[in-house]
Nanobody, 121 residues
Framework: QVQLVESGGGLVQAGDSLRLSCAAS????????MAWFRQAPGLEREFVAG????????YYADSVKGRFAISRDNAKNTVYLQMNSLKPEDTAVYYC??????????????WGQGTQVTVSS
């Protein structure tokens, strides 16, 4: 069992930056892959970024490449999502997800409660 708690969301203006954090507990953090998804009202949950157990493999959605950066600190059991040059279309609830295998599909067994990110124009 893995418990995930996100933090760091908020209301910002276009062009600003935010850093989301996701603290994990319950399993050896270094044995699980981590990912960020987001879901805007009326839309399906979509993959944003993912990082392998060791951090050696990282994937991004095309829409965030060059603006967002995912990282993990296995000593702190935490994964981060640094979001720069935010756009109004980045507005969504952001979810942290965990599982043994890294995938871009929303098929993770463990999810956080979500944190709202709102970007005003």
């Amino acid at each position: 069992q893995v418990q995930l708690v996100e933090s760091g969301g908020g209301l910002v203006q276009a062009g600003d930056s935010l850093r989301l954090s996701c603290a994990a507990s319950g399993r050896t953090f270094s044995s699980i892959a981590m990912a960020w998804f987001r879901q805007a009202p009326g839309l399906e949950r979509e993959f944003v970024a993912g990082i392998s157990r060791s951090g050696g493999s990282i994937y991004y959605a095309d829409s965030v490449k060059g603006r967002f950066a995912i990282s993990r600190d296995n000593a702190k059991n935490t994964v981060y999502l640094q979001m720069n040059s935010l756009k109004p279309e980045d507005t969504a609830v952001y979810y942290c997800a965990a599982d043994w295998l890294l995938t871009t599909k929303p098929r993770y067994n463990y999810w956080g409660q979500g944190t709202q990110v709102t970007v005003s124009s």
